[in-house]
């Protein structure tokens, strides 16, 4: 059985609704915690920086979606040199004005063949390397050029 679809009749904040919903939504994301073994990211409230929806079957909240906005950070190149100087020159007016636009995090995805390489001078200037699967869904936005990113 399919869920119900909520999207977008019950966005957080709802009328009314709203703590009991996160309240169903905190239960669901210890139970993913608890699979997952480790912690995992629940916003503490609905704000203006994310979208949190949810989705029922048999009017019960069986789990959601959280969306905010985060910056994508792309290395071009092979030399760690260019990490190590743009920790200097860019990372900080990058974090300064995410900071400012309560944005959460700078986001980079390398391929698994670069992380030796590259690896090592991401995480002397603070990121994290993290033990996810990422997937990635394409929105057929073209950039500047108009050249479309190979598929």
């Given at each position: 059985?399919?869920?119900?679809?909520?999207?977008?009749?019950?966005p957080?904040?709802?009328?009314?609704?709203?703590?009991?919903?996160?309240?169903?939504?905190?239960?669901?994301h210890f139970q993913?915690?608890?699979?997952?073994?480790?912690?995992?990211?629940?916003p503490?409230?609905?704000?203006?920086?994310?979208?949190?929806?949810?989705?029922?079957?048999?009017?019960?909240?069986?789990g959601?979606?959280?969306?905010?906005?985060?910056?994508?950070?792309?290395?071009?190149g092979?030399?760690?040199?260019?990490?190590?100087?743009?920790?200097?020159?860019?990372?900080?007016?990058?974090?300064?004005?995410?900071?400012?636009?309560?944005?959460?995090?700078?986001?980079?995805?390398?391929?698994?063949?670069?992380?030796?390489?590259?690896?090592?001078?991401?995480?002397?200037?603070?990121?994290?390397?993290?033990?996810?699967?990422?997937y990635?869904?394409?929105?057929?936005?073209?950039?500047?050029?108009?050249?479309?990113?190979?598929?």
């Amino acid at each position: 059985m399919q869920p119900k679809r909520s999207w977008p009749r019950r966005p957080l904040p709802g009328a009314g609704g709203a703590p009991l919903t996160l309240a169903a939504l905190r239960l669901c994301h210890f139970q993913s915690e608890v699979a997952a073994g480790e912690p995992l990211y629940l916003p503490d409230q609905p704000s203006d920086q994310r979208t949190i929806v949810v989705a029922e079957r048999g009017g019960q909240i069986i789990g959601g979606i959280v969306t905010e906005d985060s910056i994508a950070v792309t290395t071009i190149g092979l030399d760690s040199e260019v990490i190590e100087s743009a920790a200097d020159v860019v990372i900080p007016a990058i974090l300064t004005v995410a900071r400012q636009e309560k944005t959460r995090f700078l986001q980079l995805s390398l391929p698994a063949s670069l992380a030796a390489t590259l690896g090592s001078a991401l995480q002397k200037i603070g990121f994290k390397e993290q033990q996810t699967v990422q997937y990635l869904l394409d929105t057929g936005v073209e950039n500047k050029n108009g050249v479309r990113r190979p598929q």
